[in-house]
């Protein structure tokens, strides 16, 4: 959460600035200037314990159960199945778009385009958040993010990701 990036991942920061309309590479730019100090001698601290690999981890309840602005609903989300486990989706490292996410999207109830706007907007700033912090950390691929709706399991995370949960570490300001 603000550990990495000052501002609830950056996500508030966007809106606040009214840049709706800025481009990807515009907003990915301004993340990387909100990359907190602290995240890269973390990283470093990390490594030092040998096999690692960084996960993002963060609570954006929109992306599972979207709550329209345009229509008085709340709609919940389902991306690619394979993505999905309980209430959390993991979008993959291959990811590389809001375009790429939105192709998955297999929710029955159609979208509005204002919707697939609004979305496409707070995927945008997700996707960014992760390519500041790929980029500060010199990371080959990008991380996969797993975004919840629920307060975060570290443990049944870890396993799900192939992770032993005694290997697992959560950097996160809110420790619930």
């Known amino acids: 959460d603000k550990c990495a990036i000052f501002g609830n991942d950056g996500n508030d920061l966007g809106i606040a600035m009214q840049w709706m309309d800025r481009t990807y590479d515009d907003v990915a730019s301004l993340y990387r200037l909100l990359i907190s100090p602290q995240l890269k001698p973390a990283y470093e601290r990390l490594k030092e314990t040998g096999n690692y690999r960084v996960v993002i981890y963060t609570m954006r309840a929109t992306f599972l159960l979207y709550r329209s602005g345009f229509r008085p609903s709340v709609i919940p989300l389902r991306w690619n199945p394979a993505w999905h486990c309980g209430s959390q989706v993991y ?25 697939k706007v609004d979305l496409r907007k707070s995927l945008e700033r997700m996707l960014a958040a992760r390519e500041a912090i790929a980029h ?21 995370t870890a ?5 032993e949960m005694w290997r697992s570490f959560l950097w996160d300001d809110n420790v619930r």
């Open 159 to 163: 396993r799900e990701l192939g992770f």
């Open 91 to 115: 979008f993959p490292s291959s990811i590389k778009t809001a375009e790429d996410i939105l192709a998955t999207y297999c929710t029955p109830i159609e979208l509005m385009e204002e919707e």
């Open 136 to 156: 500060e950390l010199g990371l080959q691929e990008p991380p996969v993010v797993v975004v919840t709706a629920t307060p975060k399991d570290v443990g049944s």
